[in-house]
C-alpha cells in the first residue's frame, strides 16, 4: 500500500468509525432504531462489513427486535402502512443474509402478500386515471428497498415490467432510483451507462445537506463497476472528481453532525459503502492527497528536526563538561553531529529546501571533521 492509500485508509476509519458511533447514538433501544425499516437497514450494513464479526452482538440484539416486530404484525398488526412492506423487503434480505431460513420464509410471505396488495392498489388507482395519494412508489428510499427485496426473495423477474414502468416514471435524476435500475437490469452495460451519466450530473454545490450523503453512495457504490465496463471512458474523471467533492463536504457534514441532524438511514448508507470496501476508497484528487500527505510529513519533519537539534544542544553541553575524557567526548562529537545534521536537514525540508543525499553526507563528514580537528586542538 502506497503513502497516499495509507493516509486516505486511515481517513477512511476515522470517518467510518464516526459514522458508526452517530448510528449508535440514533438507537432508541438496544438493536432498535425507531422503526422497522430503518433496523432493517443498519442490520444490513453491518452485514456488509468486513468486520462483521466484531459486530455479532449488535447483529444479534437487532435480529430479536425484527423478530419480535415481524411477529406482532408490524406497526399495526397486519404489516397495513407502505412502511411495513419496505420494511419486510429489507427484513427477508437480512434474514437470509443471517441464514435464518424460518424468519426468511416467514418475512418473505407476508412481505409478498403485501406487495402484490399494493401493487394492485396502485392499478385501480392507475385506471381510475388517479394515484393514489400514499404508496410506496412514491418514495425513491423505499421503492429502490423493494427491488432490494424482490431481489432476495428470487421474485423480481415475476414485477420485472411493472418496476421498469414505476421507475421510467421518475423523471429527475435520483441515486435510490438508479440504483433500482441497476439491480433490475442484472447490472447490465445500459445501466452502467446511465449510472455513469447520472454520476456525471451530479451538482454537489447544489445539494442540500440530505442529498449529500444518498449522492456519494450512488458514485462510491458503482464506481469500480462503471470503471470495469468503462476503463477509457474520458468522464470517469469527472465522476472521480465529483465523488471527491461530495466526501469532503459529507466528512464535514458527519464531523459537525451536533448542528446537522443526519439520518440513522443515511448513515448506514455510508456505513454500508465504506464498511465492505476491502481497500482504501480513493476518491481525493491525487494533487490534493499529495499535497495533504506532504501537508502532513512536513509537520513530522519539523518537530522531529526540533527534536534532533535539542538532542544536539544536549549532548554538546556533556562535551564541553567532560571535556578531559576522551571516550565521552568521541561519543560525544559522533552523536551531536548526527543530530545536527539531520535536525538541520529535517528543518530546511519543511522550510522547502529538500536535501540530497549527497549533500547530507558532505555536509555531515564536515561537520564531524571540523568537530574532532576543535577538540584535538585544545588536548
Known amino acids: 500500500m502506497t503513502d497516499n492509500q495509507k493516509t486516505v485508509a486511515l481517513e477512511n476509519i476515522a470517518l467510518l468509525e464516526r459514522v458508526r458511533k452517530l448510528i449508535d447514538e440514533g438507537k432508541s433501544a438496544k438493536g432498535w432504531y425507531g422503526e422497522a425499516f430503518t433496523t432493517a437497514f443498519v442490520g444490513l450494513s453491518f452485514l456488509d462489513g468486513k ?26 398488526g397486519s404489516f397495513g402502512t407502505e ?16 441464514n435464518n431460513s424460518q424468519d426468511f420464509e416467514n418475512a418473505k410471505k407476508a412481505f409478498l402478500t403485501r406487495f402484490e396488495g399494493e401493487v394492485n392498489r396502485w392499478k385501480a388507482f392507475a385506471q381510475s386515471k388517479r394515484e393514489p395519494r400514499l404508496h410506496i412508489f ?7 428497498s423493494v427491488v432490494v427485496g424482490l431481489d432476495a426473495c428470487d421474485s423480481l423477474g415475476l414485477y420485472s415490467d411493472f418496476l421498469k414502468m414505476i421507475l421510467e416514471k ?33 451538482k454537489p454545490e447544489d445539494l442540500k445537506d440530505h442529498e449529500v450523503i444518498p449522492a456519494f453512495w450512488l458514485i462510491a457504490n458503482n464506481l469500480e463497476g462503471v470503471q470495469a465496463v468503462f476503463p477509457e471512458d474520458s468522464r470517469l474523471k469527472i465522476a472521480e472528481e465529483k465523488a471527491g467533492d461530495l466526501y469532503k463536504m459529507l466528512f464535514r457534514l458527519v ?76 561519543i560525544s562529537i559522533v552523536g551531536f553531529s548526527f543530530f545536527l545534521t539531520f535536525g538541520a536537514v529535517d528543518v530546511l525540508a519543511y522550510a ?9 553526507a558532505t555536509l555531515g563528514i564536515s561537520i564531524i571533521f571540523t568537530i574532532i580537528f576543535f577538540f584535538l586542538s585544545k588536548i
Open 255 to 330: 464531523q459537525s453532525s451536533n448542528n446537522t441532524k443526519i439520518h440513522v438511514s443515511e448513515l448506514a448508507l455510508l456505513n454500508s459503502v465504506l464498511g465492505s470496501r476491502s481497500k482504501p476508497l480513493l476518491v481525493i484528487p491525487e494533487a490534493e492527497l499529495a499535497y495533504l500527505l506532504n501537508k502532513k510529513l512536513g509537520r513530522k519533519r519539523l518537530v522531529r528536526g526540533i527534536t534532533e537539534l535539542i538532542f544536539f544542544a544536549f549532548l554538546l553541553g556533556i562535551a564541553v563538561y567532560f571535556r578531559s575524557d576522551l571516550i565521552i567526548n568521541f
Open 138 to 144: 412514491k418514495e425513491p428510499f423505499y421503492l429502490y
Open 83 to 98: 412502511y411495513d412492506i419496505a420494511g419486510l423487503a429489507l427484513l427477508a434480505t437480512f434474514f437470509k443474509k443471517c
Open 170 to 202: 421518475e423523471q429527475n435524476v435520483n441515486p435510490f432510483v438508479e440504483q433500482a435500475k441497476l439491480i433490475l437490469s442484472d447490472h447490465s452495460h445500459d445501466s452502467y451507462a446511465e449510472i455513469l451519466q447520472a454520476m456525471i450530473e451530479v
Open 51 to 76: 468486520d462483521k464479526r466484531r459486530w455479532k452482538d449488535l447483529l444479534s440484539s437487532i435480529k430479536a427486535k425484527l423478530e419480535q416486530w415481524l411477529s406482532k404484525g408490524g406497526t399495526d
Open 352 to 360: 522547502g529546501k529538500e536535501i540530497s543525499h549527497e549533500e547530507i
